[in-house]
């Protein structure tokens, strides 16, 4: 049996590792407990871009969700060797963005597609930039462009290294899933026999 993690303990291993993968940038890591589960919110401003932060997040993450057959699964992991369970079901970033991130976001879009109307950090905070379309880019709006390149924006390269995320290791899943793999790791057939036989018994309910 693996051993059980608090959502609260899991949110502390989750803050170092942020820490140390990503130095300079402060992030807020609230966990949450409610009827039926748990979750942890990583908030920050600029900085890494959200796929950076995932990359470590999802390391701590217990759960997973099947939406083909509405159905909540678990993970497993091992630290330092040993089984665990980690309490935190699912886990979410929530990137902000400062003025001068946006505004550095508006110059390069305007510069990659040219010919459009400067907008200015005021328009974009009130939602003021959809309207404007550049028919050379096939009718994209400013507005997602601008949220599309913001969302890539990041200051560095790589992921630092995290001696907390390194004690690490993923150790499956129930294998009922979309794509899971089971305890086994075979995933395939297998990961598709346990999804027939869970809707197998919920028929029978």
Not at 61 to 77: M, P, R, T
Not at 81 to 86: A, I, L, R
Request: aromatic share 10%; glycine share 12%; with cysteine.
């Amino acid at each position: 049996m693996s051993n059980y993690i608090s959502c609260a303990d899991t949110a502390k291993l989750l803050r170092q590792a942020l820490k140390e993968a990503f130095t300079g940038v402060k992030f807020t890591v609230k966990s949450k407990t409610y009827s039926g589960g748990s979750s942890i919110n990583i908030g920050w401003t600029d900085g890494p871009n959200s796929a950076q932060v995932k990359a470590v997040a999802d390391s701590f993450e217990g759960a997973y969700f099947d939406g083909g057959i509405d159905y909540q699964g678990s993970k497993y992991h091992k630290l330092d060797g040993v089984e665990v369970h980690f309490g935190a079901n699912f886990i979410f970033e929530n990137r902000s963005y400062s003025d001068v991130m946006v505004a550095r976001a508006i110059a390069a879009v305007v510069k990659q597609y040219g010919g459009c109307e400067m907008k200015t950090v005021e328009d974009y905070r009130q939602g003021r930039c959809w309207s404007s379309y550049w028919p050379q880019s096939g009718g994209c709006d400013m507005e997602r462009a601008l949220n599309q390149h913001l969302a890539k924006m990041s200051d560095r390269l790589h992921i630092g290294a995290s001696p907390t995320l390194a004690r690490i290791t993923f150790a499956g899943d129930d294998g009922y899933g979309e794509g899971t793999v089971g305890r086994n790791f075979e995933g395939g057939d297998n990961a598709a026999k346990g999804r027939e036989q869970l809707l197998a018994a919920r028929a029978l309910t």
